[in-house]
């Protein structure tokens, strides 16, 4: 009986082997998968580092391209600015221009009416 006893064992020994042996493979797929999934983890982990730094460069792009945009309308306002001033000035010398050339025409006048007044007084003391 003892040999049977024996095999017995040993087949019992055995088995639990084979079961020690399956569940150490599966162990083992099992942490390769798991190390494969980590790795796949920290790749879309700095997948995701990359578009938020990008996500981070195109805000501050959009900030300055705004920026920008602001910049160009305040020059362009500054533009028509300094062509309304331009055009202001060249009206102004116009304005005085004119003005000078009424005031000459107004002295002209001035002394024409002077002469006139005394050719009326001279003619009204000649018919007296």
Same mark, same amino acid.
């Given at each position: 009986m003892e040999g049977k006893s024996? #095999? /017995? &064992? $040993? /087949? +019992?020994? *055995? =088995? +639990?082997l084979q079961y020690t042996t399956t569940h150490c493979y599966t162990l083992q797929y099992t942490l390769q998968r798991t190390a494969k999934h980590c790795k796949a983890l920290q790749h879309t982990a700095k997948h995701c580092n990359t578009l938020q730094h990008t996500t981070t460069h195109c805000n501050t792009q959009q900030h300055t391209a705004t920026h920008c945009n602001t910049q160009q309308h305040t020059t362009t306002h500054s533009n028509t600015l300094q062509h309304t #001033? #331009?055009? *202001? =000035? &060249?009206? *102004?010398? +116009? $304005?005085h221009h004119t003005a000078t050339h009424t005031a000459t025409h107004c002295n002209t006048l001035q002394h024409t009416a002077t002469h006139c007044n005394t050719l009326q007084h001279t003619a009204t003391h000649c018919n007296t």
């Amino acid at each position: 009986m003892e040999g049977k006893s024996g #095999a /017995h &064992t $040993l /087949h +019992t020994q *055995c =088995n +639990t082997l084979q079961y020690t042996t399956t569940h150490c493979y599966t162990l083992q797929y099992t942490l390769q998968r798991t190390a494969k999934h980590c790795k796949a983890l920290q790749h879309t982990a700095k997948h995701c580092n990359t578009l938020q730094h990008t996500t981070t460069h195109c805000n501050t792009q959009q900030h300055t391209a705004t920026h920008c945009n602001t910049q160009q309308h305040t020059t362009t306002h500054s533009n028509t600015l300094q062509h309304t #001033a #331009a055009r *202001c =000035n &060249t009206h *102004c010398i +116009t $304005l005085h221009h004119t003005a000078t050339h009424t005031a000459t025409h107004c002295n002209t006048l001035q002394h024409t009416a002077t002469h006139c007044n005394t050719l009326q007084h001279t003619a009204t003391h000649c018919n007296t």
